[in-house]
């Protein structure tokens, strides 16, 4: 039973544009969610978060929002650079335990 | 500030020997989880341990067991090892002292498993 689901494995984006990154989630229990980048021969780096008390983070060029009644959220990266070319993932946890549920995974390629 | 550092990168192993894989956690940090990436599966919680104490376990058999000492290092250990366990194991460490999930984890660059 996949909790965390990321429906869309690629993704290719022109540099310059918006990517738009989906996840989806079934655990109304889930109250915090993380995007994590990973790129080959390395473990995943933490990217940006958000709290279910809110429905918006933002820093620098990537925004997460976050749809509770949807139970959905996405990550915006703006302008897109070649650099983010990597395997994003979307991760969940819930209050009262400490682990984390991933998707997984979207691979976004941005070319020139 | 160190990251998390795990050992080996690299093994290879045979059908039906068993593994042992180390994971030493950023200092200072007390919860270590552990995770399987296989192509299309994401990432599969495995299980977490706090101060020597497992917290949380994923749904793996019980082939899949592990530890952490006191120094907050952990092992896992795979036994009887199945061509399916050829896989791209993670080992995480977050502070999290308490109940609250709100907190990021830092990951290792993970120990490629390929078993022949």
């Known amino acids: 039973d996949q909790q965390v689901k990321q429906n869309s494995p690629s993704l290719s984006v022109q540099e310059g544009r918006i990517s738009i990154l989906n996840c989806d989630y079934t655990n109304s229990m889930f109250d915090y969610f993380l995007w994590y980048k990973k790129y080959p021969a390395e473990g995943p780096t933490f990217l940006i978060s958000?709290?279910?008390?809110?429905d918006k983070n933002e820093d620098g060029r990537f925004t997460v929002f976050l749809n509770k009644s949807a139970k959905h959220l996405s990550l915006h990266i703006v302008p897109s650079q070649p650099g983010d070319s990597a395997v994003y993932f979307c991760a969940a946890s819930g209050s009262g335990t400490d682990k984390l549920i991933f998707g997984t995974g979207t691979r976004l390629q941005v070319f020139p | 500030k160190a990251g998390v550092t795990q050992t080996p990168r690299y093994l290879i192993k045979t059908r039906g020997q068993q593994v042992t894989l180390s994971c030493s956690p950023i200092?200072?940090?007390?919860?270590v989880s552990w995770y399987q990436q296989t192509p299309g599966q994401g990432l599969q919680f495995l299980f977490e341990?706090?101060?020597?104490?497992?917290?949380n376990k994923g749904n793996f058999p019980g082939r899949f067991s592990g530890r952490q000492f006191s120094n907050s290092r952990s092992e896992m250990n795979v036994s009887t090892l199945e061509l399916g366990d050829s896989a791209l194991y993670l080992c995480?460490?977050?502070?999290?002292?308490?109940?609250?999930?709100?907190?990021?984890?830092?990951f290792g660059q993970g120990t490629r498993l390929t078993v022949v």
């Open positions: 958000i709290s279910s008390i809110k």
């Open positions: 995480a460490s977050s502070s999290n002292a308490g109940l609250m999930g709100n907190t990021e984890a830092f």
């Open positions: 200092s200072g940090h007390r919860s």
């Open positions: 341990y706090f101060s020597e104490t497992q917290r």
